[in-house]
């Protein structure tokens, strides 16, 4: 009686090491998929970032010119005069 009961206890054991050990590479996998599907997202989202970046960048470049300067002053109504080099003053600080 007690040999039988202990060969039912080894198979249910044995059934559920087998049961185990087939659940974990399907496991890994489950979340090694997740993990590259969380990867290839956050490298679309850098990649968008990079983009936006580069569209301010140019955005910036474009109002420093001198061109979108006077196109500006011309709808604010601003009159750009030229300085007068007699009349200005040079600054200069000294570190002593």
């Not at 996998?29 to 301010?56: C, F, G, I, P, Y």
């Not at 470049?61 to 011309?74: D, F, G, M, N, V």
């Amino acid at each position: 009686m007690k040999s039988a009961r202990i060969e039912r206890v080894v198979i249910v054991v044995t059934i559920l090491f087998i049961n185990i050990c087939l659940l974990i590479p399907v496991w890994q996998s489950a979340v090694n998929s997740q993990l590259r599907w969380k990867l290839a997202q956050t490298e679309e989202e850098l990649k968008e970032k990079e983009e936006q970046k580069m569209v301010l960048v140019a955005n910036i470049a474009k109002q420093t010119t001198p061109e979108y300067l006077i196109e500006q002053s011309a709808t604010q109504n601003l009159v750009f005069t030229q300085i007068n080099t007699e009349t200005s003053s040079l600054v200069a600080s000294s570190r002593q």
